[in-house]
């Protein structure tokens, strides 16, 4: 246990667990990015253990979180999309570390669908910022312009300043509870450890930023992607699906555009590294610091542009490789871990952390203990990462699998590709079918599928896709609480909530801006061509 001396002697130390929303690891300073500004997550860095090859494990919200607090790759769990209930009988890490005494808090976004909006919680400060219901199921019959959230390139070409927003309501409240019970804990006995998650929901999309935090910026100084926009007839199956999924046959971004976005992205980044800083003071003025352990990560990336790609739902680097800092008592200052983790090694490692490295589990867990990487102690780490992806956007199961420096992604029907990141860190050589990289391809191959099967999954998806759609038909019109925690009345009506189609979502969203947007006009979608369809395995004809 990195034990801490409180007031009362050795002690638990308490642990922080302080989350933003689709943020690269590629935009920050300890992952080479110079363009960024945001010092406190740089001094974190300095003062911890930063882990320069983490990934997510499902490049979408909800299925991430549920592995990173289960311990459990999502497929295990049923964790296919944004829309999976993650069931109550899960043991996470909260349960986990109540057995030993801890407090547990949540403060802003973990998109726990289903009735239980706690999952080993013993409390939360803020309703959250997106439903808990069956309204985002996709339907991979329909094809992949199926997307229920809205995710479309609408929020590219719209991107600039803007002095408040939806996110900034939801994130300003979260930061302010967060810091408040920071507050109430140094207040009261120092016995009892706390566990506090502080999960904001920037940077995610659509990208407006404040303008104090727009300004830092000089416009002309915004970096562009390094790899530009792909031709659709040169694009991997599952980067077509999302061509289309994403409707960017329906909007132009043009340069402009997307140096605005990315520009918004880095401010938006400097926002959270401003609430990053607020509280690291809050706890140093309380003493708090001396006995916390301090954990920065993300659920996942953005693709920032690169290759003429947005958001999330892919295995490039933009979107998988996430940031992940861990600082506090008794653990070295300025590492660097190069080897392979994931946020599914995250609830292990913080058993340990807790527990006088004792990682006593009731059912089987995917995660690895990285302590022993962080501590210099750790032998015979296997070096793999694991991420997944099932939801909108595809037709099929999807897999990766990165080991050392070589990538493999596996999208089930269709072709894969593999990649060596040391060589090629942009992933722009496919290595499949060259004769002198066939044995990785064909050990790779094998190590992805380890223990996962597509056909089956492919099934149980399908299945699981169907009974939700039903239950979702019956309810959606009906006026009640489908589950969504609310911390205070009227909060269903400020945030995004079930009930209305995609388009509702983006409502609610440009509703939140000032000043005010005029929504760009999107082109109507084109049929697929034969062509196309038929990358489309399960489509309803």
Request: glycine share 8%; proline share 6%; with cysteine.
């Amino acid at each position: 246990m990195l034990s801490t001396k409180g007031d009362t002697g050795m002690r638990r130390p308490n642990i922080i667990l302080f989350m933003a929303d689709q943020l690269t690891a590629n935009a920050l300073t300890a992952y080479g990015n110079d363009v960024v500004k945001a010092p406190n997550i740089a001094a974190l860095s300095e003062q911890g253990v930063t882990f320069k090859n983490a990934y997510t494990n499902s490049p979408i919200c909800a299925p991430s979180r549920y592995a990173m607090l289960s311990g459990c790759l999502p497929w295990s769990i049923d964790a296919f999309d944004n829309a999976a209930e993650l069931t109550a009988s899960t043991p996470t890490l909260l349960h986990y570390l109540r057995r030993l005494g801890y407090a547990t808090t949540l403060s802003g976004k973990m998109h726990f669908v289903g009735p239980d909006q706690l999952h080993g919680y013993q409390e939360r400060l803020v309703t959250d910022i997106y439903p808990a219901d069956f309204a985002w199921v996709p339907d991979w019959k329909a094809g992949p312009r199926n997307a229920p959230t809205g995710i479309n390139m609408r929020a590219v070409v719209e991107a600039g300043p803007c002095f408040r927003s939806l996110q900034l309501d939801y994130d300003e409240e979260t930061t302010f509870m967060a810091n408040q019970k920071i507050y109430d804990l140094a207040r009261q006995s120092r016995d009892k450890p706390f566990f506090l998650t502080v999960s904001l929901t920037h940077p995610h999309s659509p990208f407006t930023a404040s303008q104090e935090h727009w300004d830092r910026y000089d416009h002309d100084e915004i970096d562009m992607p390094k790899v530009g926009p792909i031709p659709l007839d040169q694009l991997d199956t599952h980067s077509k699906w999302l061509y289309y999924s994403h409707g960017r046959d329906r909007l132009k971004v043009t340069d402009e555009h997307t140096k605005n976005a990315r520009h918004a992205y880095y401010a938006m980044i400097s926002y959270v590294d401003d609430k990053l800083g607020e509280m690291m003071k809050i706890l140093k003025q309380t003493k708090l610091l001396e006995d916390t352990i301090i954990v920065f990560t993300a659920d996942h990336g953005d693709m920032m542009g690169e290759r003429g790609m947005w958001f999330k739902q892919t295995f490039f680097e933009n979107a998988t490789r996430i940031p992940l800092i861990i600082g506090g008592p008794g653990l070295p200052k300025a590492k660097v871990v190069e080897k392979n983790v994931s946020l599914v090694d995250l609830m292990p490692t913080l058993m340990s952390v807790a527990d006088d490295g004792k990682v006593d589990t009731v059912t089987e867990i995917d995660g690895r203990d990285m302590t022993g990487l962080m501590t210099g102690t750790g032998t015979g780490w296997s070096d793999r990462a694991f991420s997944e992806y099932s939801d909108m956007g595809v037709c099929a199961p999807c897999r990766m699998v990165r080991e050392g420096s070589f990538k493999y992604t596996y999208t089930h029907g269709h072709e894969s590709m593999l990649f060596d990141l040391e060589s090629d860190p942009n992933e722009q050589k496919n290595l499949c079918g060259d004769p002198e990289f066939s044995e990785i391809e064909r050990r790779m191959h094998d190590t992805v599928l380890e223990g996962w099967c597509p056909d089956a999954l492919n099934e149980r998806v399908l299945r699981s896709q169907a009974s939700r759609q039903l239950l979702w038909s019956l309810v959606k019109n009906e006026k009640r609480d489908n589950w969504s925690f609310e911390f205070r009345h009227g909060d269903k009506s400020r945030y995004v909530r079930g009930g209305g189609d995609a388009e509702g979502t983006n409502a609610v969203k440009g509703r939140a801006r000032f000043p005010y947007y005029e929504p760009v006009v999107q082109a109507e979608p084109k049929p697929l061509t034969d062509e196309e369809a038929s990358l489309i395995p399960n489509a309803k004809r």
